[in-house]
């Protein structure tokens, strides 16, 4: 449900929003690149379902499907490219250390729409070859890290050109477990925990998301066949204008042979252990791999300090968003 903040009016007007959009999208990529050694490719809009490389995401969102005459085919839209950019990098004979990044559109139909969420979405979807021993907290935590410095690097550059915006981030992540959450606020839900402490800490990276907790309930959903779940986590950011915090990115850890094998079977998925991207994970032909996404609209969002994604995007709306937002004085695109 779309709720405006009382007293909210954009910092910047739609020309000059526009602008700074263009400005952030050509900054943060150059910033991300150049941090985590990668090239920008070309990526699937649409894949063939009877691969496997689709994304699950939570194992209940319906993909959008369509026939496709010409090739006697079914195909589907993609919901992330989690999977696919694992076989593109072997494909591609990308060696360790380097990756790749592509501007990822997908459409998630059964998305519960409020001021964060669309039908709509637009990510860079990253991925970068690693050695089996960076396979480790430690080599995860240096990558968000590298990612915090590149958004809050974005975030110095647009406020030179716009010094109306007075968005400030921090710069220091503090890093939490999912469990250890659960631990100190188990009387919440877990999103609640998360906006708990976020409040606090401001930028966060939450741990081991996938498996159950101690409770019996995930954290959140993942699906068993991208990330590790002991490896992969969220980052978010404090975001003043709407209070609460505001998740920019999902990533982690790829799976290995051992843990996908582990996951599909926790999960109640060995039926994908025949599909072709999952026969050739589970064979040690894929490359190990660390890897994720970064909401586009979201960092646009963060860094503009809007209050609706539909500032920053185009989508369609139910009646009771436009309503709010009309209310509101607040222009969708």
Known sequence: MTEIPAGYSSELDTYD??????????????????????????????????????????????????????????????????????????????????????????????EELDNLHSIYVDQWDWEKVIDVDERAPEYLEAVVRRIVTAICGTLDELKWAYPQLDV?????????????????????????????????????????????????KPHDGRAPDYDDWDLNGDLLFWDETLGRALEVSSMGIRVSPESLDRQLTLAGCDDRRELPFHKALLAGELPYTIGGGIGQSRLCMLLLAKAHVGEVQASIWDEQTVAACEAAGVMLL
């Open 168 to 216: 400030e981030l921090t710069r220091d992540v503090t890093f939490v477990g999912a469990q250890e959450l659960e631990d100190l606020y188990p009387d919440l839900a877990p999103e609640e925990r998360e906006q708990r402490f976020v409040r606090e800490h401001h930028t966060t990276f939450v741990r081991g998301i996938g498996g159950k907790l101690r409770s019996g």
């Open 17 to 110: 929003t526009q602008r700074a959009i263009e400005r952030i999208k050509h900054i943060f990529l150059a910033k991300l690149c150049a941090a985590l050694h990668l090239v920008r490719v070309t990526a699937p809009l649409v894949v063939d379902p009877t691969t496997g490389v689709n994304d699950n995401l939570n194992g209940v969102e319906r993909p959008v499907g369509f026939d496709v005459p010409a090739i006697g085919k079914d195909a589907e839209v993609v919901q992330s490219l989690a999977k696919w950019k694992r076989v593109a990098l072997r494909r591609y004979d990308f060696k360790v250390g380097k990756g790749i990044v592509c501007d990822m559109n997908a459409i998630r139909r059964d």
